[in-house]
T-cell receptor
Framework: GENVEQHPSTLSVQEGDSAVIKCTYSDSASNYFPWYKQELGKGPQLIID?????GEKKDQRIAVTLNKTAKHFSLHITETQPEDSAVYFCAASPMEYGNKLVFGAGTILRVKS | DGGITQSPKYLFRKEGQNVTLSCEQNLNHDAMYWYRQDPGQGLRLIYY???????QKGDIAEGYSVSREKKESFPLTVTSAQKNPTAFYLCASSIDPGPAYEQYFGPGTRLTVT
């Protein structure tokens, strides 16, 4: 079945620096790739998503890039702030899975001020 | 104020007891999902429902059961057959069961079984 790998598992950056989280997927037919942010004790919240017909998408300080050939996608956060500290999950929607989401293991991002 | 509510936030049970977790949404969404979250792991799908009176097993359905009698409600029962039930449980919904629709998550229920 589909497998989504996410790296790194933890990431510490200085406030104002950039953070990059990478995910790879195995099903070339996957067509939807969301990123979720989860704060302590809360449910995940969608922060950005990208579809397979787009290579890059930006929303203020957040961007996602997709390389379909290599089957990987990345989350980029620029000018990080302490409130960006959270767990980030990537996900992919593999066709073989009935169009449901398969999540990566998550990345704990710590922004040091 | 639309959203998904899960209750209770914390739940404690003795081993061998069944327990039901509540999930309610007022977003008028067709699809609803239950995920389990364990430390260091991503979310794993337990059950999902695309429409009222219909539901399908996810990756880890063993030891769990669900019902979808109303569009806004999707309760999850953790039975005594679930060998390792202690976890954080998340309910989600989407307007459509297709893949390109955002899933909205509730605040979760942390279940501890001793």
């Amino acid at each position: 079945g589909e497998n989504v790998e996410q790296h790194p598992s933890t990431l510490s950056v200085q406030e104002g620096d950039s953070a990059v989280i990478k995910c790879t997927y195995s099903d070339s037919a996957s067509n939807y790739f969301p990123w979720y942010k989860q704060e302590l004790g809360k449910g995940p919240q969608l922060i950005i998503d990208i579809r397979s017909n787009v290579g890059e998408k930006k929303d203020q300080r957040i961007a996602v890039t997709l390389n379909k050939t290599a089957k990987h996608f990345s989350l980029h956060i620029t000018e990080t702030q302490p409130e960006d500290s959270a767990v980030y999950f990537c996900a992919a929607s593999p066709m073989e899975y009935g169009n449901k989401l398969v999540f990566g293991a998550g990345t704990i991002l710590r922004v040091k001020s | 104020d639309g959203g998904i509510t899960q209750s209770p936030k914390y739940l404690f049970r003795k081993e061998g007891q069944n327990v039901t977790l509540s999930c309610e949404q007022n977003l008028n969404h067709d699809a609803m999902y239950w995920y389990r979250q364990d430390p260091g792991q991503g979310l794993r799908l337990i059950y999902y429902s695309q429409i009222v009176n219909d539901f399908q097993k996810g990756d880890i359905a063993e030891g769990y059961s669900v019902s979808r009698e109303k569009k806004e409600s999707f309760p999850l029962t953790v039975t005594s057959a679930q060998k390792n039930p202690t976890a954080f449980y998340l309910c989600a919904s989407s307007i459509d069961p297709g893949p390109a629709y955002e899933q909205y998550f509730g605040p979760g229920t942390r279940l501890t079984v001793t």
